[in-house]
């Protein structure tokens, strides 16, 4: 058979070129332009149009939505509560789950344990390894326990062969580890590249789609931490996961980026043990770094992550800087940190423009809420000025560009939780103050603030 052709297609503006060029010669875009194979004369039976159109491929007849029946999705519960937390309940019947992470984090030891307790409960699994060979996902099987397991391995990276496969044993669940080793015949360029990632994984969310199988793609991050491949992917799939945590800490997180079968802020919290990843059900104090004494730039803070609060410390370090002073941030965005800076400044007289400024979140945790900037603040200022935070201390709210200090949604959960775990003092938006006369806040001093110089003021007067 002859090999289709392959045309090169712009990402920014869709353009499409015989052959590969620099720039597009469409936008004038520099290195957009991607391999795919060309659609057949014929009508290309087989190729995709647009992947992402293919939840809808059987042509239905128009319907009002009153009449569409709206059945609730088959899930099967992979039985790891933490898991199927993020998913909403379990695994999807014919859903296309992505999940990312940075290497050795734990996302083949993770889908393993999950596919083992499937198998167990009765369902047709099967594993196909492209990075590891079948010894390699059995030991791994014997290290975790399990050595037992009937789930079926398949050891294999070329597209047509997995299909082929999946065809003839109709799993319920497939995991394909990873995406990104995957290749396809019908292009010539390389496993891993964009073309190849994107054609392999249209093809395997059809096969879902087509055939009910579940199928976990397992993604690579790139060094900026985004999943390797384009975009597109994620627009492909129905469910997107990443891993976050520090490898070497021994916990993990699981975020749910976009779900389609359930709620994005939900978060699953795992303990790397030598068995495996094991579900931490309450992980409200796992981020907190244990100082005997209180230590000049920690400020702890109140997450909330889908129905959980969790205490997380930040750290602030302010150190002399030289003519360029840098502002780095792990686990916290670095715009965010220079708009809090031009805020310290305006509004509460305190100037980092000569020092160096680094703020992390301990323990790995990437915190995208802006109720961390108040906490931010008073770590950098507590830093800056070598003075600790009161012990048990807490603070959270959004702070805006006028110095203002916004409420955080859900307050008093927040406050219950600090309260619970022994937390003394707290400085919080006023309009998270709890009531007065509340038993669940006992034990806990609220400070209301309106503006960051009032909370800064707060701060001085605590000792
Ligand atoms: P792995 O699942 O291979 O990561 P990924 O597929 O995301 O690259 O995880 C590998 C790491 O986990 C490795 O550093 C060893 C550690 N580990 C444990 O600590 N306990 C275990 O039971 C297993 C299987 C792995
Ligand atoms: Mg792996």
């Known amino acids: 058979m002859a090999k289709d052709k392959s045309i090169y297609t712009c990402t920014e503006c869709g353009g499409t070129s015989a052959r590969w060029m620099g720039k597009c010669p469409h936008c004038n875009a520099w290195n957009t332009l991607i391999e795919s194979a060309a659609e057949a004369a014929s009508g290309g039976k087989n190729r995709l149009g647009s992947a992402q159109y293919q939840a809808l491929a059987p042509s239905s007849e128009v319907l009002p939505l009153s009449q569409i029946e709206a059945a609730d999705f088959d899930r099967h519960p992979t039985g790891i509560d933490e898991l199927d937390r993020v998913l909403g309940g379990g695994m999807v019947e014919g859903g296309v789950v992505l999940i990312g992470g940075d290497p050795g984090i734990g996302k083949s030891t993770l889908l393993l344990q999950a596919v083992d307790a499937l198998q167990r409960g009765g369902m047709n699994t099967l ?275 006028a110095g203002e200090v916004r409420p955080a949604p859900r307050g008093q959960e927040r406050l219950k939780e600090a309260a619970k775990l022994g937390f003394k003092t707290a400085v919080v938006p006023k309009a998270n103050m709890p009531k007065k006369g509340d038993k669940a806040f006992e034990g806990l001093t609220v400070y209301p603030v309106e503006r960051i110089e009032e909370a800064m003021q707060v701060v001085r007067g605590l000792d």
């Open 127 to 401: 594993y196909v390894t492209g990075e590891e060979s079948g010894a390699q996902v059995a030991m791994r099987s014997r290290r975790l326990g399990l050595p037992d397991s009937q789930v079926p391995v398949l050891p294999e990276i070329q597209l047509e062969k997995i299909l082929h496969t999946l065809q003839t044993r109709q799993p319920n669940i497939a995991i394909i580890d990873s995406i990104q080793t995957v290749y396809s015949d019908q292009l010539t360029s390389a496993p891993g590249s964009v073309a190849q990632v994107r054609e392999c994984a249209a093809h395997l969310t059809r096969t879902a789609k087509a055939t009910g199988t579940t199928i976990v793609l397992v993604g690579h991050v790139t060094k900026e931490g985004a999943l390797a491949g384009p975009r597109v992917l994620e627009h492909m799939v129905d469910t997107v996961l990443y891993f976050e945590g520090d490898t070497h800490s021994n916990f993990r997180l699981i975020r749910a980026i976009k779900n389609r079968f359930g709620a994005v802020n939900e978060i699953g919290v795992f303990a790397m043990t030598e068995k495996g990843l094991k579900g931490v059900s309450n992980p409200s104090a796992i981020f907190l770094s244990q100082h005997s004494e209180p230590v000049p730039g920690s400020c702890v803070m109140v997450t909330l992550e889908g129905t959980r609060p969790m205490l997380v410390e930040i750290q602030a370090l302010v150190d002399s800087g030289g003519p360029s002073p840098r502002r780095l941030s792990v686990g916290l965005e670095r715009d965010r940190l220079a708009m809090l800076l031009a805020v310290l400044h305006r509004h509460a007289g305190v100037a980092c423009m000569d020092q160096d400024v680094f703020v992390n979140a301990v323990g790995g945790v990437h915190i995208r809420e802006p109720a961390a900037d108040l906490a931010v603040m008073l770590a950098i200022t507590s830093s800056l000025r070598g003075k600790p935070l009161p012990k048990g201390f807490i603070a959270f709210g959004e702070v805006g560009l």
